[in-house]
């Protein structure tokens, strides 16, 4: 199935009711705001969209989060905040029964989620648990991991925070959630049932849930979305739960990983950054055999060459895009198409 970008007649805060966004790379880069989020949020927010900030983080408490957002001039409950921990929680409690037995391997944040879901926190192997829930914890030791793993093959349902391999680090990329559930799947044959983080769709969907929690309806899927800089999570969460999404240029995501996205990462919409919350998105137009145009702007193919108008414009980014994910879908190797230079 072929997806191409959609266009809008009006700006996405006023298209779409709610906003599911990514933090890292969207709003911040660790302790420094991105740029024009803050204000591009405060204006979608007047516009009358409701902004929830989805992380994969499972070990920062939700008021602590938002004490760093509101450090940026966001104005940000903790309930805004939508971590891992408190998905991954409610997921667990929705599959066992009230006060059951459970074993937590995480940060204290994720104990306070678990705690607050009405179920028993147990120490050990030892004490039977009827599921065991492991998240990112840097302290973690190996007889931690252990238990967990002596849990899960006692028969123990086994839930994740998130299945992340990675985590950036301030001397570099060490090894994330996903690489310490991976030793435990390693030792015991058994695969997580669920994983609350990104690319599943649970984050965003309990992200609906909660708002709706404070006496607001729920938002439906077509009234809400996903907005972030990774491909393979934030994007392709709201591709597998029927969202739509934005991809914005000011993290990890870049020109060339978006004209070579597969079906499953394409986003709805693609823009440099969070200003284009606040205006209408022109939608790409087909004028011609492997040529494109959005906007005025315009991207053709010269035998396996992409060449655009205006390599410094977003809007010939995006007529790019349809056109090479149109070639790729027509069974054609996009990734010996030559590129342009892009200066977005």
């Known amino acids: ?22 933090l890292d790379g969207v709003v911040y880069r660790g302790k420094n705001p991105v740029e024009y989020a803050a204000a591009s949020i405060r204006a979608a927010e007047q516009a009358g969209m409701t902004i929830e900030y989805t992380t994969n983080n499972s070990s920062r408490f939700q008021s602590v989060v938002a004490e760093q957002l509101r450090g940026f001039d966001l104005d940000v409950e903790p309930w805004q905040v939508i971590t ?10 929705k599959a066992v029964p009230a006060g059951a ?10 104990h306070d989620q678990v705690r607050r879901n009405g179920l028993t926190i147990v120490d050990g192997p030892e004490d039977k648990p009827d599921a065991v829930i492991q998240g990112w914890y840097p302290d973690m030791t190996w007889q931690m991991m252990a238990n967990v793993s002596f849990a899960v093959e006692a028969g123990a349902t086994y839930f994740v925070t998130n299945r992340d ?10 090894p994330g959630c996903g690489s310490m559930i991976q030793a435990v799947i390693n030792a015991t044959g058994i695969e997580p049932v669920a994983s609350a983080g990104k690319p599943e769709s649970y984050m965003y969907d309990e992200a609906r849930e909660l708002n709706a929690a404070g006496g607001n309806d ?21 591709n597998r739960g029927g969202y739509d999404s934005l991809a ?4 990890v995501t870049n020109p060339t990983e978006l ?77 010996q198409v030559a590129l342009p230079d892009w200066a977005l």
């Open 1 to 22: 199935m072929t997806r191409m970008l959609k266009g809008t007649q009006r700006p996405l805060a006023e298209t779409y009711q709610l906003a599911l966004l990514d």
């Open 84 to 93: 891992s921990s408190v998905v991954a929680a409610r997921m667990v409690a």
């Open 101 to 110: 037995r459970v074993m937590v391997l995480g940060a204290e944040h994720l």
């Open 218 to 238: 729920l938002v439906p899927k077509e009234a809400s979305i996903a907005i972030g800089d990774r491909l393979d999570t934030d994007i392709e969460a709201g």
């Open 248 to 251: 914005v240029l000011t993290g």
């Open 165 to 174: 391999l990675t985590i950036p680090r301030e001397l570099g990329i060490a």
């Open 259 to 335: 004209l070579l996205a597969p079906v499953h990462l394409r986003p709805t919409f693609v823009s440099k950054d969070l200003r284009d919350l606040n205006v209408a998105h022109p939608e790409p137009i087909e004028t011609g055999e492997n040529r494109w145009q959005c906007a005025g702007a315009e991207a053709w193919l010269d035998a396996e060459e992409l060449k655009v108008n205006d390599p410094t414009d977003i809007n010939a980014l995006r007529a790019a895009l349809c056109l090479m994910w149109q070639y790729a879908d027509n069974g054609h190797d996009a990734s």
